[in-house]
T-cell receptor
Framework: GESVGLHLPTLSVQEGDNSIINCAYS??????FIWYKQESGKGPQFIID?????DKRQGQRVTVLLNKTVKHLSLQIAATQPGDSAVYFC????????????FGKGTHLIIQP | DSGVTQTPKHLITATGQRVTLRCSPR?????VYWYQQSLDQGLQFLIQ???????AKGNILERFSAQQFPDLHSELNLSSLELGDSALYFC??????????????FGAGSRLTVL
């Protein structure tokens, strides 16, 4: 089965609100996680990453939280804007692995005006 | 522009045919990864090359093959095409071997339609 997955396929939020996108992983050997954003017609674009020795990392308007106890990853986007509308993927890399990132199926974030 | 260049952007072909997708990695990146993205399977890792050598294989069919050339560009060859091969094919590159050590930078993708 797939190691990384997302709880909700679609998330709709009001412009200006905060959004939280969740991701579950099952491989305890995963030591590196990335969130990607994919806009229509484009390739995935790096947003933020976090290593397993951290539980929180902040970027510009985005925060990633990692809970290793329950193998859960979340992406928080503050004050969402129309440009945040996209599909968001979490991805993991297994410690010592050179076999590429394993991606979840993605959550489509829709920003309502 | 991510710095990863993929051609062609769109390709329409018939079942049984063969196509080649091309990728130029970001300047300085030695690793190239190929992913397939379809509606029902999400992003699936196909294969990885590092400095001209195959490093890892994912869910790549035997009908598919790839290589990385001395100038570090890569080609993904898809043969005996089937309707189910219709998908977006992404190339990504990174500096290091292990994906966890460096962020993968993705190209804009090649959309393959098999009729």
């Amino acid at each position: 089965g797939e190691s990384v997955g997302l709880h909700l396929p679609t998330l709709s939020v009001q412009e200006g609100d905060n959004s939280i996108i969740n991701c579950a992983y099952s491989n305890s050997a995963s030591d590196y996680f990335i969130w990607y954003k994919q806009e229509s017609g484009k390739g995935p674009q790096f947003i933020i990453d976090i290593r397993s020795n951290m539980d929180k990392r902040q970027g510009q308007r985005v925060t990633v939280l990692l809970n290793k106890t329950v193998k859960h990853l979340s992406l928080q986007i503050a004050a969402t804007q129309p440009g945040d509308s996209a599909v968001y993927f979490c991805a993991e890399n297994i410690r010592g692995g050179a076999d590429g990132l394993t991606f979840g199926k993605g959550t489509h974030l829709i920003i309502q005006p | 522009d991510s710095g990863v260049t993929q051609t062609p952007k769109h390709l329409i072909t018939a079942t049984g045919q063969r196509v080649t997708l091309r990728c130029s990695p970001r300047s300085g990146d030695l690793s190239v990864y190929w992913y397939q993205q379809s509606l029902d399977q999400g992003l699936q890792f196909l294969i990885q090359y590092y400095n001209g050598e195959e490093r890892a294989k994912g869910n790549i069919l035997e009908r598919f093959s790839a290589q990385q050339f001395p100038d570090l560009h890569s080609e993904l060859n898809l043969s005996s095409l089937e309707l189910g091969d219709s998908a977006l094919y992404f190339c990504a590159s990174s500096v290091s071997i292990a994906a966890g050590a460096n962020v993968l930078t993705f190209g804009a993708g090649s959309r393959l339609t098999v009729l």
